[in-house]
């Protein structure tokens, strides 16, 4: 079945970077596009970025557009989100996510604290 495993959440200073993994198995990872959403206390979940499968086309959110990079390693079955010049209001937990035959799949979420 489909799973997505997240890490690379964990306390971080405004101004500072992390980085994000997301670990896919389950499906032919290299087909389908992927995204990061996060969802901050009290916020509705929210899209971050998507990389599309076949040609690694980006898009992002206009708040993270600049300082977030999304990326894939098919070889390893892997999307990554490099988070740059990191803010307060970046605080979330962050999901890696999947839409597969037409069936939405999220990962159990990695919680990023930006905090002085």
């Known amino acids: 079945q489909v799973q997505l495993v997240e890490s690379g959440g964990g306390l971080v200073q405004p101004g500072g970077s992390l980085r994000l993994s997301c670990a896919a198995s389950?499906?032919?990872?290299?087909?389908?596009?992927m995204s990061w959403y996060r969802q901050a206390p009290g916020k509705e979940r929210e899209l971050v970025a998507t990389i599309t499968s076949t040609y690694g086309i980006t898009n992002y959110a206009d708040a993270v557009k600049g300082r977030f990079t999304i990326s894939r390693d098919n070889a390893k079955n892997t999307v990554y989100l490099q988070m740059n010049s990191l803010k307060p209001e970046d605080t979330a937990v962050y999901y890696c996510?999947?839409?597969?035959?037409?069936?939405?799949?999220w990962g159990r979420g990695t919680h990023v604290t930006v905090s002085s």
């Open positions: 389950g499906f032919t990872f290299s087909r389908y596009s």
């Open positions: 996510y999947v839409r597969y035959y037409n069936n939405n799949y």
